[in-house]
């Protein structure tokens, strides 16, 4: 049976940089499922539909030949032919996330994708990072972890990592994607037995001690 390790965390908490990490050190595999949301998101516009009309993205997701890998060192998602590695990380998609996200069903059909995955993969363990898999995906994972930071160092991270983009639109298009996230699931605040670290203060090799510390004490 493998092991899930589940992280979850805000957008530019360093949750998926530091969660390929720690499962290159490991040895583990790596599921980031924020890229099967975003990955339906992209198949919904691409279908030509809304985002935001329920119905249109459930029948969506029952046409939805999503490929994700468990590889740390390959992060390709393939939606049935087409490669949308990159395509998934346009602002467009992200501004449209939050809303296919936000359907029950939804989650529950993806969930389903998420565990059967780590069910069958090559490996002892698999990271797998999110907003709920510490609570709904798998509550009863060996370790599970909330990796947080202060919205301003989010948001100053997040514009790092898109060079060029103005840091003040970043921050309130990060802020806006909370806010309709966390209507949905809370991943600002632990669950009861969730570990929070939380890498205000850490640079990033700090962050991946801190969570490699915690799966070694529990696991
Ligand atoms: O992690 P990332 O920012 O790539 O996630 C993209 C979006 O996918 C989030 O903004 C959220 O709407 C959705 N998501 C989710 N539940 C997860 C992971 C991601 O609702 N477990």
């Known amino acids: 049976m493998t092991d899930f390790i589940a992280i979850d965390g805000p957008a530019g908490s360093g949750k998926s940089s530091v969660s390929k990490a720690v499962a290159r050190r490991l040895g583990f595999g790596y599921l980031d499922t924020g890229s099967a949301y975003r990955a339906l998101a992209w198949h919904v516009l691409d279908r030509g ?17 999503v490929r994700l890998g468990l590889d740390p060192d390959d992060r390709t998602v393939q939606v049935g032919d087409v490669d949308v590695t990159d395509a998934i990380r346009e602002p467009s998609v992200s501004g449209a996330v939050s809303g296919v996200a936000r359907v029950p069903e939804v989650r529950e059909q993806v969930n389903r994708l998420f565990r059967s995955l780590v069910a069958d993969a090559p490996y002892p363990a698999v990271v797998v990072e999110g907003r709920d898999i510490t609570t709904v995906v798998a509550p009863d994972a060996p370790v599970r972890i909330l990796l947080t930071a202060a919205p301003e160092v989010r948001a100053a991270r997040r514009a790092g990592e898109l060079a060029g983009e103005n840091a003040e639109a970043v921050a ?30 850490l640079d990033f090799t700090q962050t991946i001690d801190a969570v490699l510390t915690v799966i070694e004490r529990i696991r």
């Open 49 to 65: 539909a809304d985002t935001a009309d329920a119905d249109a993205v459930l029948s969506a997701v029952a046409e939805f030949p």
């Open 172 to 201: 309130a298009a990060l802020h806006k994607r909370d806010a309709s996230d966390s209507a949905v699931v809370d991943f600002l605040n632990a669950a009861e037995g969730v570990e929070v670290v939380d890498s205000t203060e």
